[in-house]
């Protein structure tokens, strides 16, 4: 699962309750770098905040829609 957050402390909470679940986690603290991982690695659940610094959470969504 990637957590797309760039707030650490929420981040940190948010990966904690994931793992607790038993799933891995990647935590992206800007769009642009989740957008990349996403792109480089299989997930199979984005946790996106909306405003994040670089791309926004809609613009890493609808890339990753279009798959662009």
């Not at 929420?10 to 989740?34: F, M, N, P």
């Not at 199979?44 to 613009?59: A, I, N, Q, R």
Request: glycine content about 4%; aromatic content about 4%; hydrophobic content about 50%.
């Amino acid at each position: 699962i990637l957590i797309a957050e760039d707030d650490r402390d929420i981040a940190d909470l948010v990966a904690h309750y994931v793992r607790k679940a038993k799933w891995e986690t990647h935590v992206a603290a800007a769009g642009d770098e989740a957008l990349a991982y996403a792109r480089a690695h299989p997930v199979d659940l984005v946790l996106l905040d909306v405003m994040l610094p670089g791309l926004s959470g809609l613009e890493v969504c609808r890339a990753l829609r279009n798959k662009q």
